[in-house]
């Protein structure tokens, strides 16, 4: 799984414990006639995850952003390595790292964990966008302060 | 972009004319509230890509993969760059293509356009398993003869 | 299943032999750990059938209804009968009938057939709604004739 | 909305105050284009309120239900009367109450609000099936059991 490039690499190295974590109760819906988690589905909580930690991590309401503000959070690009299948009645705990702060995007890293077993790392970068233009826009102010007191905080 | 792992390298490079290509129609239902495809939604589409061009192009059925013979097509690695919204009403032509074949696994490409222009490009790492143990097994003969038969042509 | 509300009577009367029909192909990720279609799925692609059946059987474009009209095409009820579990690999016919045209809403019926074999039955009252205010607005006049129409062409 | 068969009747008739609640909180990817909940993810939404009322009210494993002793609590028939859009950031408590007990099936109504506000209410016939033959099957004892004293308690 070394092979190239899609992959998140040092996927397993641990979060900092001073990373936000939230938590993923796993459902019957989430999962496939496999039995496990459909892969398309943990995009759909992770990025539920996001959510919650905009608002409890960064002090930004998500939604705000989207409906009063009209600022995308669109991903220009998004990842995972799946180490471990996830099962119904799973709780994830997923720790959210930022990985880079840049002119109009940002890099996250999720590690999801079942207790101390590593189940997932995903890796997002999310840009601002205009929700008019569809087209990118600088960090606003806030969410980049947010952004550098909370990575400077994990560290 | 190029700034480390987790991105396909050299996404805009075009696949091969002789690719195998299926197309997505982006419904209401595909979009989020910014107005343009969800990207765990575009996951999940691909999926239905990978599970067309198995009947299509492999001569393998993709759901008695999963159901008589019990062999599971999970995903270790999951990625995609997202170059362009996508919106409802587009076409998506996906052209599949077959970048390594592995004992357990093998790596697809999808690129996708619309009309010429390209909307993203993911990478999947395919693992086949056992849908009763939930671990790898080797890539079934038919399936491992299917890729490199597959993979040939598009050269 | 006769007793009491919630359910669609008489549900198993065929559709007419004009209504116009369309095709659900279920995939793997339609279906859930009991390895049949997840109820709540259908719902999303009976809302692609309805999509469909309003550019080829209504002519009217529904992603432009949403889009450049702003008019929103709401749910104030819908229900189904499942009769029969679908399964990966079904191909659905789906036949759309309009039931009754109000001042601000309209009701379709889909019968959903697997072959001949009924698989289900839905029933959908769609509002009108300004997408600026969500509150319900009279059906556009082409959306009215383009359903008078239709559901004449069917007796 | 009194014109016929497909919708809960006096759906507005308040749930006991005994009735267990659970809370759905509104993300980013339930809601549509339109910028309110999409309705086919309403009803995935409650499945999962079902989810935890099996656990918390009536003490018994759902996920246990399907996974070990392979019993299906399936849809026989689904259906909801919208009364007002859902938009993100909404939190909806969701009051469950049986409604019926059969011998092989049970009817579920649960009423979602935003404070006092309804917002919808959901009608389900729950069917408990075979896992292997996918046919009804009769309520399991301790199903029925916590089912009678559920609704008991409630009166």
Redo the contacts between chains.
């Keep these: 799984?070394n092979?190239?490039?899609?992959?998140?690499?040092?996927t397993l190295a641990m979060p900092s414990d001073r990373a936000w974590r939230g938590t993923v109760a796993i459902?019957?819906?989430h999962?496939?006639?496999?039995?496990?988690v459909?892969?398309?589905?943990y995009?759909?909580l992770l990025?539920?995850v996001v959510?919650d930690w905009f608002g409890e991590a960064l002090g930004i309401?998500?939604?705000?952003m989207?409906?009063p503000r009209r600022i995308?959070l669109?991903?220009?690009?998004?990842?995972?390595?799946?180490h471990r299948?996830g099962f119904?009645?799973d709780r994830l705990d997923c720790a959210v790292t930022v990985?880079?702060i840049g002119q109009k995007s940002f890099?996250l890293r999720i590690h999801a964990f079942r207790m101390s077993e590593p189940v997932l790392v995903a890796?997002f970068?999310i840009v601002t966008?205009s929700?008019e233009s569809?087209t990118s826009i600088a960090l606003p102010d806030d969410l980049r302060a947010a952004l550098e007191r909370y990575q400077e905080n994990c560290q």
């Design positions: 799984m092979d190239g490039p899609g992959q998140p690499q040092g459902r019957f819906s999962c496939d006639p496999a039995g496990i459909y892969f398309a589905r995009f759909d990025n539920g959510e309401d998500y939604h705000e989207i409906g995308g669109g991903y220009a690009n998004a990842g995972a390595d799946f299948p119904m009645g990985e880079r890099t890796r970068v966008t929700l569809h």
